[in-house]
């Protein structure tokens, strides 16, 4: 016992003699504004984006743009050998053409050769017609006077019922040769070769590009003269000052993610420049990305772009999730935490006094003070040696 109160005296002494002082950084509770952020990778996505493809394959044969030229709505970009579209075309023409020719031929009853030949025919059977008419009534009268059999007046007869009939057939055949099965047939083909002739009207109007809005060149992925496959890519075009970022923010941290949040955008390809712009839509479901993070697809707009921003690269977002202004707080390296208690040392009278505190919003570098300091106190950050800071220890501001 008296060895112990001796040791304990003598580290009394040691201390208040100040060769046991330790020294420590100190930083004062003062007010500043602090915002709570989280930032992620995403990909620059134009509003207005237009990739033209060869609609068959071919050679490129003139390039009238060049990479990060701005063009007019409707200027030429781009022209593609034209000859197999117009021979495409000229033949899909000509298919209609014929479909169209023997539609109305059947719905005239045949060509026009064939009704000349249905009009002679006819009028040959009406002559005869007249011809067995004339005969039967010259039997009958003769048959009257005794000088005609019942016979020959009878065969007379059959042959102008077979007249007849023949002229009946013929004027049938002429206002229905076709039957409506057959005609609906037709009017089926007619209708296939006009989907053809719009198609190779479309394919021969795309070897030459046009830009359907106002915007820059941002992408030619093919050189002058090379044979493409068909759908290929050739030009891309977008509205640099109109751009969107997808961002995909780790699961975890989508909970206070919200439309309206401001947003900061670095690209590694302009690191002395910084982009702003606000969270449009928050995350409504979780998606794998990569194949080995969960995330949340995320939609920021672009603020501030003047074409200077290029779609499809890869971007740096930090979204300010939570922002306070004018609060008392102090750096993060002054917070101790010990289960769900929060204290700091406050330095009084150069000795550390172990204090409780409220935090409020925390980012990686300074911490909100709720309650528990108020604004002036000195707090210890950490020893300058590897000494541990505890309550009572006698300790030396670092200047």
């Known amino acids: 016992m008296l060895v112990a109160f001796a040791a304990g005296l003598a580290l009394f002494f040691y201390i208040r003699s100040?060769?046991?002082?330790?020294?420590?950084?100190?930083?004062?509770?003062?007010?500043?504004n602090l915002a709570s952020e989280k930032s992620t990778n995403g990909r620059v996505v134009p509003l207005q984006d237009f990739q033209a493809h060869a609609p068959m394959p071919g050679v490129v044969e003139k390039i009238e743009v060049h990479l990060g030229q701005a063009v007019q709505n409707n200027q030429e970009l781009l022209q593609m050998d034209d000859s197999q579209a117009r021979k495409d075309l000229a033949a899909a023409q000509?298919?209609?053409?014929?479909?169209?020719?023997?539609?109305?031929?059947?719905?005239?009853?045949?060509?026009?050769?064939?009704?000349?030949?249905?009009?002679?025919?006819?009028d040959n059977a009406k002559i005869q017609v007249a011809q067995d008419t004339t005969a039967l009534a010259a039997l009958q009268a003769l048959q009257a006077k005794g000088a005609a059999s019942a016979n020959e007046v009878a065969l007379a007869?059959?042959?102008?019922?077979?007249?007849?009939?023949?002229?009946?057939?013929?004027?049938?055949?002429?206002?229905?040769?076709?039957?409506?099965?057959?005609?609906?047939?037709?009017?089926?083909q007619v209708a296939?070769?006009?989907?053809?002739?719009?198609?190779?009207?479309?394919?021969?109007?795309?070897?030459?590009?046009?830009s359907p809005f106002a915007g820059t060149v941002y992408a030619i992925p093919v050189t002058q003269y090379e044979f493409v496959a068909a759908g290929e890519t050739l030009?891309?075009?977008?509205?640099?000052?109109?751009?969107?970022?997808?961002?995909?923010?780790d699961?975890?941290?989508?909970?206070?993610?919200?439309?309206?949040?401001?947003?900061?955008?670095?690209?590694?390809a302009k690191p002395d420049h910084l982009w702003h712009g606000h969270?449009?839509?928050?995350?409504?479901?979780?998606?794998?990305?990569?194949?080995?993070?969960?995330?949340?697809?995320?939609?920021?707009?672009?603020?501030?772009?003047?074409?200077?921003?290029?779609?499809?690269?890869?971007?740096?977002?930090?979204?300010?999730?939570l922002q306070h202004t004018d609060v008392l707080s102090l750096p993060r390296e002054a917070l101790h935490t010990i289960g769900n208690s929060d204290f700091v040392y406050k330095i009084v009278d150069n000795t550390l006094v172990r204090t409780p505190i409220q935090v409020g919003l925390t980012n990686l570098t300074r911490f909100e003070i709720l309650g528990g300091l108020n604004e002036g106190d000195v707090v210890a950050l950490g020893a300058t040696t590897e000494a541990d800071l505890g309550d009572g220890l006698r300790v030396k501001v670092q200047p």
């Open 192 to 210: 296939q070769a006009k989907a053809a002739v719009d198609a190779a009207q479309i394919a021969y109007d795309g070897v030459n590009i046009h």
């Open 18 to 32: 100040g060769r046991g002082v330790v020294t420590v950084g100190a930083a004062k509770v003062e007010r500043h």
């Open 279 to 321: 969270v449009i839509q928050a995350p409504t479901t979780i998606i794998a990305y990569g194949g080995t993070r969960n995330v949340g697809e995320c939609l920021i707009s672009v603020d501030d772009a003047k074409s200077d921003l290029l779609p499809n690269t890869t971007v740096t977002v930090t979204v300010t999730e």
């Open 94 to 122: 000509a298919s209609l053409a014929s479909s169209l020719a023997t539609l109305q031929a059947m719905q005239q009853g045949g060509t026009q050769d064939e009704r000349l030949a249905q009009t002679a025919e006819l």
């Open 157 to 188: 007869q059959q042959h102008l019922n077979a007249a007849q009939e023949h002229v009946r057939q013929l004027q049938a055949r002429r206002t229905a040769r076709y039957s409506s099965d057959d005609l609906t047939a037709q009017k089926a």
């Open 251 to 268: 699961e975890p941290d989508i909970g206070l993610l919200k439309a309206g949040q401001p947003v900061t955008i670095k690209w590694d």
């Open 235 to 249: 030009v891309q075009v977008a509205d640099l000052n109109k751009l969107r970022i997808k961002a995909y923010f």
